[in-house]
């Protein structure tokens, strides 16, 4: 690590020398200066010194930005480091920061691909806690799904809804439902644009959940509604079940609530999800609505239901 160091620091007096103007120099070298801060920046990098080589990193930048014909792609890979070393150093607004910017450029750059992926980069990249990753990645994959829809083409849009997909279960689990809710339409859209119909079926379930936990039971049943017009919904499986559920959920009958939310169809799904139905509650204290009484007036009392071992529910 030591050595490491050194190297690096060697490499930043290598640049200040070349950014030096004398009698016979009268210009600085910033396109040499450049790159010696880019290796100055890796050195401290290997050597775990992010703070180091972030600045190592936003001189590299500075040089080429005073150089005039600057290579873009290596000034915007600058920021991109620099956000990354941020990001190492759980500075995380600073590293959306420069993540952001580079994106900008690469797209400006004309290589927004590059862009989408730096940013889902930055969103797989280690070490971070999972309590920060979870506030952190949304924002990411939700920048990167935008670069994939430029020019939009049906390849493209296969890579932004995986993007746009991975930032709804980061919400689902920050219990974020409102944006999860809106992120989870955005899915539903595109995969309707390529016409993967059955996955749009399962993203029906996913905006039922979310809304139902919500306490929205108006939207959870648009939701449904509205997916009546997609070509083979109506009388599936799914449709089904969703139906099952928002009754069950109307009704506050707990156990037709429980029976759907428990079924493979729904424990199978993603995980975020999955936990959204297991742990979905029914309005109104959780117990099942009474049989109506029998008719006529015969007087007779109503049979007494057998205590539930269950009572509470399983959801």
Request: glycine fraction near 4%.
């Amino acid at each position: 690590m030591a050595q490491k160091i050194n190297e690096a620091h060697e490499h930043l007096a290598k640049a200040e020398k070349y950014l030096k103007t004398s009698f016979m120099k009268w210009k600085p070298d910033y396109d040499s200066a450049a790159s010696e801060y880019a290796k100055a920046a890796v050195a401290f990098k290997n050597a775990r010194q992010l703070e180091q080589a972030r600045d190592a990193y936003l001189q590299e930048a500075e040089a080429h930005t005073s150089y005039r014909s600057y290579p873009p792609a290596a000034l915007t890979e600058a920021f991109e480091q620099a956000g990354m070393m941020l990001k190492d150093m759980q500075r995380l607004p600073e590293a959306v920061q420069y993540i952001e910017k580079a994106s900008v450029m690469y797209v400006e750059n004309g290589t927004p691909d590059t862009a989408a992926m730096a940013l889902d980069r930055a969103g797989k990249s280690p070490p971070i806690t999972a309590h920060i990753r979870d506030h952190y990645d949304p924002l990411l994959y939700k920048h990167a799904f935008l670069w994939f829809l430029i020019p939009q083409n049906e390849e493209r849009l296969r890579q932004a809804v995986e993007l746009i997909g991975k930032a709804s279960r980061l919400l689902v689990r920050q219990q974020k439902f409102d944006e999860a809710a809106e992120s989870l339409q955005k899915e539903k859209n595109m995969y309707k644009e390529i016409e993967n119909y059955p996955t749009c079926f399962k993203k029906t379930i996913a905006q039922v959940l979310v809304h139902l936990h919500r306490g929205d039971y108006v939207a959870a049943e648009k939701c449904v509604r509205e997916s009546y017009s997609i070509p083979g919904f109506s009388g599936s499986e799914d449709c089904v079940a969703m139906e099952q559920l928002l009754q069950g959920y109307d009704d506050q009958d707990e156990e037709l609530v429980s029976r759907v939310c428990t079924s493979p169809l729904l424990r199978y799904m993603d995980n975020d999800y999955a936990k959204l139905a297991i742990s979905l509650k029914v309005p109104g204290g959780g117990k099942k609505k009474p049989a109506a009484a029998a008719a006529g007036d015969s007087g007779a009392e109503p049979p007494k239901e057998e205590e539930d071992e269950y009572a509470g529910g399983l959801c």
